[in-house]
């Protein structure tokens, strides 16, 4: 008996639908955890690439000096002072004196613009406890404290965050809090807690300054793309410990973002993920996209029938979403705005496809060659034309 290449597809999407139940399961008993309080109240360093201005910046500054920690220092990296984010530090320091420092870029080693920041970053903090975070994201109050707790665990060598998202003005900003929300947070948490697989985002990582020398310190990284990956598989190769996923979410802040700027953001991940994860394991991650199979199975033999079920694998996924949403932000997202999720998702799809076949990204104003590991293997042309993009894009 031979089975229909549409049915299959939409059994493919019936068991994604499946899978991504389950990912919101994972995220909901991650989030109602209670959270560690911290023994002691050691200094921290917080370690701030800056690259352009990203919506909010001083907003998301602002988070950062509300902490509620009795000792840390915030240090904000600017490649070069013709930098557009350079003033608005300079401005950081001014207001926050003895919180906020301003750390020109001294020398560029590796091939990663972002990991030569933080080599200079880290050369320039005070303190034995580091935390990486994005230029674009907002924070709580007792952020430090929950990262101190993790650990103080010695057995922890990383702590990273969920993401949740805010702000979106534009379309495209939009799709990619959509996703945040809906696809990545989820698989991060689901990874974790079902699979005991460790996947760190550098929008917030944290690390003791001996762990990192342990593993060769930022210049382990400075020539991939994906350092914060790597980081994350290295502390139980290299360490023999393991990363911890912090119970409350970073909130990306993103407002103008277009929907090309969105299409070409997730182009870029998923030639970083495809060279990360390999092609075998990329390639079954399309089970996580119902709506793109099922539109496939409605397009290859279109009929009331084919159409329903894409409307109800659309209706289910619009669902699962918006629950994940309600969870990681308050409110979740409203009506008109999560009638979007399949576009995005079919969006995404696209992107999906172009990381199979591509070995370019641009990033950060250049065109580069990916290799295996997210090993950046060279430029492959100039600085591209236009402002600088922001560091977290």
Same mark, same amino acid.
């Given at each position: 008996?031979?089975?229909?290449?549409?049915?299959? &597809?939409? *059994?493919?999407?019936?068991?994604?639908? +499946? #899978?991504?139940? %389950?990912?919101? =399961?994972?995220? $909901? !008993?991650?989030?109602?955890?209670?959270?560690?309080?911290?023994?002691?109240?050691?200094?921290?360093?917080?370690?701030?690439?800056?690259?352009?201005?990203?919506?909010?910046?001083?907003?998301?500054?602002?988070?950062?000096?509300?902490?509620?920690?009795?000792?840390?220092?915030? &240090?904000? *990296?600017?490649?070069?002072?013709?930098? +557009? #984010?350079?003033? %608005?530090?300079? =401005?950081?320091? $001014? !207001?926050?004196?003895?919180?906020?420092?301003?750390?020109?870029?001294?020398?560029?080693?590796?091939?990663?613009?972002?990991?030569?920041?933080?080599?200079?970053?880290?050369?320039?903090?005070?303190?034995?406890?580091?935390?990486?975070?994005?230029?674009?994201?907002?924070?709580?109050?007792?952020?430090?404290?929950?990262?101190?707790?993790?650990?103080?665990?010695?057995?922890?060598?990383?702590?990273?965050?969920?993401?949740?998202?805010?702000?979106?003005?534009?379309?495209?900003?939009?799709?990619?809090?959509?996703?945040?929300?809906?696809?990545?947070?989820?698989?991060?948490?689901?990874?974790?807690?079902?699979?005991?697989?460790?996947?760190?985002?550098?929008?917030?990582?944290?690390?003791?300054?001996?762990?990192?020398?342990?593993?060769?310190?930022?210049?382990?990284?400075?020539?991939?793309?994906?350092?914060?990956?790597?980081?994350?598989?290295?502390?139980?190769?290299?360490?023999?410990?393991?990363?911890?996923?912090?119970?409350?979410?970073?909130?990306?802040?993103?407002?103008?973002?277009?929907?090309?700027?969105?299409?070409?953001?997730?182009?870029?991940?998923?030639?970083?993920?495809?060279?990360?994860?390999?092609?075998?394991?990329?390639?079954?991650?399309?089970?996580?996209?119902?709506?793109?199979?099922?539109?496939?199975?409605?397009?290859?033999?279109?009929?009331?029938?084919?159409?329903?079920?894409?409307?109800?694998?659309?209706?289910?996924?619009?669902?699962?979403?918006?629950?994940?949403?309600?969870?990681?932000?308050?409110?979740g997202f409203r009506a008109r705005q999560l009638a979007?999720?399949?576009?995005?998702?079919?969006?995404?799809?696209?992107?999906?496809?172009?990381?199979?076949?591509?070995?370019?990204?641009?990033?950060?104003?250049?065109?580069?060659?990916?290799?295996?590991?997210t090993r950046i293997e060279a430029p492959a042309h100039?600085?591209?034309?236009?402002?600088?993009?922001?560091?977290?894009?």
């Amino acid at each position: 008996m031979t089975i229909s290449p549409t049915l299959l &597809l939409f *059994g493919a999407a019936a068991l994604g639908l +499946a #899978a991504v139940g %389950l990912q919101l =399961a994972s995220l $909901r !008993r991650h989030l109602r955890a209670p959270v560690k309080a911290p023994r002691a109240s050691p200094p921290v360093s917080i370690l701030k690439p800056l690259c352009g201005l990203d919506d909010g910046l001083e907003e998301n500054l602002a988070t950062f000096a509300a902490l509620a920690w009795p000792d840390f220092e915030v &240090l904000l *990296g600017v490649r070069s002072p013709r930098d +557009a #984010a350079y003033p %608005l530090a300079r =401005a950081a320091a $001014r !207001r926050w004196p003895g919180r906020f420092r301003v750390v020109l870029q001294r020398g560029a080693p590796g091939l990663n613009p972002k990991v030569n920041q933080l080599l200079t970053l880290a050369r320039a903090a005070r303190h034995d406890l580091l935390v990486v975070s994005d230029s674009n994201v907002r924070v709580g109050p007792g952020y430090l404290a929950e990262i101190v707790a993790l650990l103080e665990d010695e057995q922890v060598g990383l702590v990273t965050h969920p993401i949740s998202a805010e702000g979106e003005a534009r379309v495209g900003s939009l799709m990619d809090h959509l996703h945040l929300t809906g696809s990545v947070t989820p698989g991060i948490v689901a990874a974790k807690r079902l699979l005991g697989r460790d996947i760190v985002v550098g929008k917030s990582m944290a690390l003791r300054r001996r762990d990192l020398s342990a593993m060769g310190g930022f210049e382990a990284v400075q020539d991939v793309l994906a350092e914060d990956y790597v980081m994350g598989r290295m502390i139980s190769s290299v360490l023999g410990k393991r990363v911890a996923v912090a119970r409350t979410p970073v909130r990306n802040v993103s407002e103008r973002r277009s929907l090309r700027e969105f299409s070409a953001r997730y182009r870029r991940w998923a030639v970083i993920q495809r060279h990360a994860a390999g092609r075998l394991p990329y390639a079954g991650m399309a089970l996580l996209n119902p709506v793109l199979l099922a539109t496939a199975g409605a397009a290859l033999a279109p009929s009331p029938a084919t159409l329903a079920a894409l409307g109800a694998t659309c209706g289910a996924k619009i669902a699962l979403d918006a629950s994940s949403a309600r969870l990681l932000r308050p409110g979740g997202f409203r009506a008109r705005q999560l009638a979007l999720v399949p576009v995005k998702d079919l969006v995404f799809g696209t992107s999906w496809a172009w990381g199979l076949v591509r070995r370019t990204v641009a990033w950060r104003g250049t065109r580069i060659v990916v290799g295996a590991g997210t090993r950046i293997e060279a430029p492959a042309h100039a600085a591209l034309p236009g402002p600088a993009i922001s560091s977290a894009a």
